[in-house]
T-cell receptor
Framework: GNSVTQMEGPVTLSEEAFLTINCTYT??????LFWYVQYPGEGLQLLLK?????DKGSNKGFEATYRKETTSFHLEKGSVQVSDSAVYFC????????????FGKGTTLSVSS | KAGVTQTPRYLIKTRGQQVTLSCSPI?????VSWYQQTPGQGLQFLFE???????NKGNFPGRFSGRQFSNSRSEMNVSTLELGDSALYLC??????????????FGPGTRLTVL
């Protein structure tokens, strides 16, 4: 079946530190991969996506590369800010009719100044 | 463009009752998906509707049902509520064109509490 595994949190960093949140997946076929972010008190927002192997999604300084050989889609940012504190969700959408998302458990990021 | 709207935002029910939640997608979006978010299980897919037809279904009991209207608005219904149904229910809309879609856009959710 399809599943997503994210690193357990919380992740606590100082401002300007380098961020990596690991995400691996299990899927039949070639899924699309996503990172969503949920800021405190707000709804889920799409952060970035990649639809095929070796694609790199990027947005707001965040990047993730679709690695088919390692079935991974790790989220990275070179220099985090306090405003990046949120819960980050890795998700996949199987390549079949429909847009259902399978989510990881989420990783809480806390950035202090 | 207005975003995804969900009503009501908060709901308190007692065990055994039933509840109906509503979702209005972004204008032009034909796909509506529903998710349940709980601290223990995280975000779980309930079902997806596209052009008034259920296209995908998650692993939830038959007490959970939904429908979509011709204007793409969707409702989900939970019958015979259980304490474990307490959760944030999220609705997401998209163009529904698979991997080429810009992705799903989520509403703020309906917080359901079952007493």
């Amino acid at each position: 079946g399809n599943s997503v595994t994210q690193m357990e949190g919380p992740v606590t960093l100082s401002e300007e530190a380098f961020l990596t949140i690991n995400c691996t997946y299990t899927a039949t076929g070639y899924p699309s991969l996503f990172w969503y972010v949920q800021y405190p008190g707000e709804g889920l927002q799409l952060l970035l996506k990649a639809t095929k192997a070796d694609d790199k999604g990027s947005n707001k300084g965040f990047e993730a590369t679709y690695r088919k050989e390692t079935t991974s889609f790790h989220l990275e940012k070179g220099s985090v800010q306090v405003s990046d504190s949120a819960v980050y969700f890795c998700a996949l959408s199987p390549h079949q009719a429909g847009t259902a998302l399978i989510f990881g458990k989420g990783t809480t990021l806390s950035v202090s100044s | 463009k207005a975003g995804v709207t969900q009503t009501p935002r908060y709901l308190i029910k007692t065990r055994g009752q039933q509840v109906t939640l509503s979702c209005s997608p972004i204008s032009g979006h034909r796909s509506v998906s529903w998710y349940q978010q709980t601290p223990g299980q995280g975000l779980q897919f309930l079902f997806e509707y596209f052009s008034e037809t259920q296209r995908n279904k998650g692993n939830f009991p038959g007490r959970f049902s939904g429908r979509q209207f011709s204007n793409s608005r969707s409702e989900m219904n939970v019958s015979t509520l259980e304490l474990g149904d307490s959760a944030l229910y999220l609705c997401a809309s998209s163009l529904g064109q698979g991997s080429n879609s810009p992705g799903q856009f989520f509403g703020p959710g309906t917080r359901l509490t079952v007493l």
